[in-house]
């Protein structure tokens, strides 16, 4: 059984920081093969700008099939697509597209509401109750009409960070914990 794990970062957010980070090597741990896709050329002061954003949707969707376009998915029996923010919404594209869609899963974290345009069937959802990035409520709303079990964490901004290093370090615990049930079950 071959696994496929595909990393798909943030604007700011790359997969060196801790989401990314232990949730890479958690797939690895599993068995998965890694590819941690790389965006760049984004413009700066992009939340709230609906022009930017979809400028930086554009870059992170180019990029993606660009990086992806040697990797045959179809030769994968799993595969996961765990992303970050902005790549939560390139990389549910990308699967919508793609011949192995039937077999990609993916792992959300702080998805955008333009992330659920999208045809989603099997995903879990990570959502801060204060991230600044999406209307309040509007993620778990979104996974309500989607039918996807979402996870908000409480007081946790973009990042699912609160500010008070013991209760991220906890946080992301659990956080880690639930990515590594939902690939256990695939």
Known sequence: MSRLAVFFPGIGYTADKPLLYYSRRLAAQLGYDIKVLAFSGFPSNVRGEAEKMRECFNIARYQSVEQLFRTDLESYSEIVFISKSIG????????????????????????????????????????????????????????KEKGLPCTVVPNANHSLETGDALADIQNLKEIIGKARQFLLEM
């Not at 594209?93 to 974290?109: D, F, V």
């Not at 992330?115 to 990035?133: Q, Y």
């Open 88 to 143: 939560t919404a390139a990389a549910v594209e990308y699967a919508s597209e793609s011949p192995a869609k039937s077999r990609i899963r993916h792992i959300l974290y702080t998805p955008l509401e333009e992330t659920f345009k999208f045809d989603i069937s099997s995903a879990i959802v990570f959502t801060g109750s204060e991230d600044p990035w999406v209307g309040k409520g509007a993620i778990p709303e979104l996974c």
